[in-house]
């Protein structure tokens, strides 16, 4: 079975900093690429960040760009994103969930995501 | 940046009656669009890519159209574990990724 599951979460104050983790599983994870999408609290769906299979490739979203550090261990079958400077407006339940992938040879880039992780809750407060 | 802007932002249905969701995207973004549903603590759920195809396990109740910048995402027959938040997203032009602010379909 296909599962991703994120780990890390909880309660930090405003400045502070937090290591958000997701473990794969049932899958090819070191071939997939990779994201973390956050959704504040009655809010919709952000994305936040995105790493490609080798980990060479990494974009963010502007309101996360050089706070947010997003990298994977393709050994561990873990993806990682290290939150720095941390917000009240960070707070939010924080997604991995797979994208794209490369098979012999060929890469497909334009993919949805899927599966998602059951998520983990960042709290930004003091 | 694709601004995605799906409508209603609820939408009020009987079970057993049909639901039509709209999604358009700001330019077009062929057909590379998905649609997720949510349910109250859980995590989205992928239901179509493609703007018509079904994922795994998802029943065929749940049909996808569209193309461009125009997309719908139709229930034939609601169930009672249909009654969640739909999400649109497109993965063309990224990044960013881009979701629809979502719709929440509710029970009449």
């Known amino acids: 079975e296909v599962q991703l599951v994120e780990s890390g979460g909880g309660l930090v104050q405003p400045g502070g900093s937090l290591r958000l983790s997701c473990a794969a599983s049932?899958?090819?994870?070191?071939?997939?690429?990779m994201n973390w999408v956050r959704q504040a609290p009655g809010k919709g769906l952000e994305w936040v960040s995105y790493?490609?299979?080798?980990?060479?490739?990494?974009y963010y979203a502007d309101s996360v760009k050089g706070r947010f550090t997003i990298s994977r261990d393709n050994a561990k079958n873990s993806l990682y994103l290290q939150m720095n400077s941390l917000r009240a407006e960070d707070t939010a339940v924080y997604y991995c969930?797979?994208?794209?992938?490369?098979?012999?040879?060929?890469?497909?880039?334009?993919?949805?995501?899927?599966?998602w992780g059951q998520g983990t809750l960042v709290t930004v407060s003091s | 940046e694709i601004v995605m802007t799906q409508s209603p932002a609820t939408l009020s249905v009987s079970p057993g009656e049909r639901a039509t969701l709209s999604c358009r995207a700001s330019?077009?973004?062929?057909?590379?669009l998905a649609w997720y549903q949510q349910k109250p603590g859980q995590a989205p759920r992928l239901l179509i890519y493609?703007?018509?195809t079904r994922a795994t396990g998802i029943p065929a109740r749940f049909s996808g159209s569209g193309s461009g910048t125009e997309f719908t995402l139709t229930i034939s027959s609601l169930q009672s574990e249909d009654f969640a938040v739909y999400y649109c997203?497109?993965?063309?032009?990224?990044?960013?990724?881009?979701f629809g602010q979502g719709t929440k379909l509710e029970i009449k």
């Open positions: 049932g899958f090819n994870f070191r071939s997939y690429e």
């Open positions: 997203q497109q993965y063309i032009n990224w990044p960013p990724y881009t």
């Open positions: 330019q077009s973004v062929s057909s590379n």
């Open positions: 493609g703007a018509s």
């Open positions: 790493i490609s299979s080798s980990g060479s490739t990494i």
């Open positions: 969930a797979r994208g794209g992938y490369c098979s012999g040879g060929s890469c497909h880039y334009l993919t949805p995501f899927d599966p």
